[in-house]
């Protein structure tokens, strides 16, 4: 346990060099994941792209997020960070250059399909972080890395408007995008030579078995099952947004197909998890392979109301503000919306530091809380408002949300080091779950009452949070000689 501070310029220094090395990683896959969106003016105008079609791409960009989050969750356990992360870079690299080179819209949707699941790549520097920091400080290391990471989305909005219009002419956008696929395929080659899985001497942890999470009890195996219905019924949404009624990509037939899809999902990824767990209904799991699979479901629920809000309320900030506010010009109205996002730069590693220094429990009780208070704060704004209260509003729920993704990440690489991947896989995913739901409840509802649904959704998580147990003492990993190591948590 060390409770030195981090010297981030301190690049001899193995785990700096690592997290620079990761959060970089996890930046350059931000801006891929969403290079199109302050480029789709530019792509309407040329494609000749109507609103529905706008609005399609959009949804698209995040469809395979939530399967492929808990799909690289598994693959980083077993295979290690090092070749995951350098594969996720380099291939979505390629999709990238081919999505630059889309002449219609059917192609433009495929690939912006297939890009969503670069999305992913923020789990496996869950993973890689929690090898190489210490109890006391992951969550801080965390917290810069999601935080610094998640900045790639504002990254792409500020310059490649910019960089497409230095490239000049209708095709500027595809060579802004190009680059970032560029960029992309040169890190992946680095991160691959420079990147190490954990420290000198240390052991990687895998699970006994791969194919899908495994739990202790049979308790938890059903609360597990239990788990995945919010996922499953995420992607229907999604389905349903989509098709026939609504954005209208797809006649009911193609719904009908994509419904049938998603049940053969289900089946495909239950079968492996019995297989996985099949132990349980045999013989009583070790005791110092047991762990508590309440703390992910906790985790889970915390996420989705924090980062799950955070990506619906980035998307339909500035046009609340523009609609509140009469007179005020979009320019600014994204400006003063941009605020929300750009808090991630300090409040996730504000998170996680709070998590390491005053415990982690209590850290997220408190952010949790916080957030839900300021929900109904933005719930409370009208056009009476004095503006700059309405923006330093905006600004205290901001910091709460980013801050407990901050104090989320702090507790995953705590559960069970062999399956951090995996849980940190399935904590995302349900961060694009929330996502999914808060949007579509916007569709019905209006702001205030958007903003207030998310905040008692906030609560019902912040008493779930009261049932999570502290981190402390230590986690047993089994070696293959069967010798028990003893890793430190708290």
Known sequence: MSNEALNLLNLKDGKIKTLHLAWIAFFITFVIWFNHAPLLAYMKSQLGLTDPQVKALMILNVALTIPA???????????????????????????????????TFEQLALIRLLLGFVGCGFVIGIRLVGEWFPAKQVGLAEGIYGGWGNFGASGAAIALPTLAVMFGGADGWRYAIAVTGVIALVYGVYFYATARDTPKGSTYFKPKRSGGLEVTTKRDFVFLLAMYVPMYAALALTVWRLGPGKLGMFGPGGAAALYFSLFVLVVVQTIPLFRVNRELFVREVAPARRYKFKQVAILDAAYLVSF???????????????????????????????????????????????SDRFGRRRTLSVLIAGLALGYFGLGQITGSWPLPLAVLVSMACSFCVQAACGAVFAIVPLVQRRMTGQIAGMVGAYGNVGGVLFLTALSFVDYSTFFKIIGASSMLAFVAGQFLDEPKGHMAEVLDDGTVQLLEVG
């Open 308 to 354: 799950g809000s955070e990506l619906a309320v980035v998307s339909m900030l500035p046009l609340f503000f523009l609609d509140t506010f009469k007179g005020l010009d979009p320019v600014r109205a994204a400006m003063f919306a941009s605020s929300f996002a750009l808090m991630n730069l300090v409040a996730r590693p504000a998170g996680g530091w709070m």
């Open 69 to 103: 989050r808990i799909v690289i969750g598994m693959l980083v356990d077993r295979l290690g960070p090092r070749k995951v992360y350098s594969g996720v870079l380099v291939s979505s690299a390629l999709v990238c250059i081919a999505f630059a080179c889309a002449q």
